[in-house]
């Protein structure tokens, strides 16, 4: 699990997940822009889903930070 805050407009880079990815807004939104399936706004206590391989990046267009915790369910 990680804990990401986001500023207000940011923008991460595009990448492909690196194990099955949920990521629980817990304040604010942020959005994931995912390749083929376009853009999701997300807002607290919504999640998102990105299955491993998955090419997407986040972004926050809102004026506020979001803050965001990422379960990442790796291979053992």
Do not use: C, W
């Not at 376009?38 to 206590?45: A, E, I, N, P």
């Amino acid at each position: 699990m990680i804990e990401f805050i986001f500023p207000p407009g940011f923008r991460g880079d595009e990448h492909a997940a690196v194990a099955d990815e949920f990521a629980y807004v817990l304040e604010g939104e942020f959005a994931v822009v995912t390749k083929g399936q376009g853009k999701r706004v997300l807002r607290s206590g919504e999640v998102e889903y990105a299955r491993k391989g998955t090419l997407h990046y986040s972004l926050n267009e809102s004026p506020r930070p979001a803050r965001v915790l990422v379960v990442l369910l790796k291979d053992r």
